[in-house]
T-cell receptor
Framework: SQQGEEDPQALSIQEGENATMNCSYK?????LQWYRQNSGRGLVHLIL?????REKHSGRLRVTLDTSKKSSSLLITASRAADTASYFC????????????FGKGNQVVVIP | DTAVSQTPKYLVTQMGNDKSIKCEQN?????MYWYKQDSKKFLKIMFS???????INETVPNRFSPKSPDKAHLNLHINSLELGDSAVYFC?????????????FGPGTRLTVT
């Protein structure tokens, strides 16, 4: 089964800086989603990008998708302490049924 | 109102016991899921149900048995608990199987088997 793999896995930045994390996957996908997980909490959906889209924005988030390279990136601009969390990409394979394969996650620490 | 709720939040039990985790969603979704997150935060799907029908059944020991009495509930029963079952279990839901749809996660149940 396919699986996203984020890189790097741990990132520590100062408040106000941008944070970028990457995700790679192995097979064809319908869409790719990014989720955030705060410590001790469930995952929260951030953004969904379809396989025919290249870039998507939501507030301070920017996601890109390169299906030829089977990779995606998540950029958080002007980071805040509240952005401290783990970020996961998840791919929905082309065979449907909304089955998501999650990557290992990136731990992002934003220092006030 | 909590969209996806799970009980209990923490569960500490001994090897060999049987335990259940309950999940309820009030979003009117048709599809529900169980995920297991290990100590390295790797999240893996275990089961999914659509309108009470089993859709996804990953390679999970048959000690794990999901039950969906109605489309708003998906419970997970685990028999003969083992040390390796210690993890955080997340319930999630989505509108249905079509989509693509985002998934809404519950707060998780931290299971510790001693």
């Amino acid at each position: 089964s396919q699986q996203g793999e984020e890189d790097p896995q741990a990132l520590s930045i100062q408040e106000g800086e941008n944070a970028t994390m990457n995700c790679s996957y192995k097979t064809s996908i319908n869409n790719l989603q990014w989720y955030r997980q705060n410590s001790g909490r469930g995952l929260v959906h951030l953004i969904l990008i379809r396989s025919n889209e290249r870039e998507k924005h939501s507030g301070r988030l920017r996601v890109t998708l390169d299906t030829s390279k089977k990779s995606s990136s998540l950029l958080i601009t002007a980071s805040r302490a509240a952005d401290t969390a783990s970020y996961f990409c998840a791919t929905d394979a082309a065979y449907g049924n909304n089955r998501l394969a999650f990557g290992k996650g990136n731990q992002v620490v934003v220092i006030p | 109102d909590t969209a996806v709720s799970q009980t209990p939040k923490y569960l500490v039990t001994q090897m060999g016991n049987d335990k259940s985790i309950k999940c309820e969603q009030n979003l009117g979704h048709d599809t529900m899921y169980w995920y297991k997150q290990d100590s390295k935060k790797f999240l893996k799907i275990m089961f999914s149900y659509n309108n009470k029908e089993l859709i996804i059944n990953e390679t999970v020991p048959n000690r794990f048995s999901p039950k969906s009495p109605d489309k708003a509930h998906l419970n997970l029963h685990i028999n003969s608990l083992e040390l390796g079952d210690s993890a955080v279990y997340f319930c999630a839901s989505s509108k249905d199987l079509g989509g693509p749809y985002e998934q809404y996660f519950g707060p998780g149940t931290r299971l510790t088997v001693t």
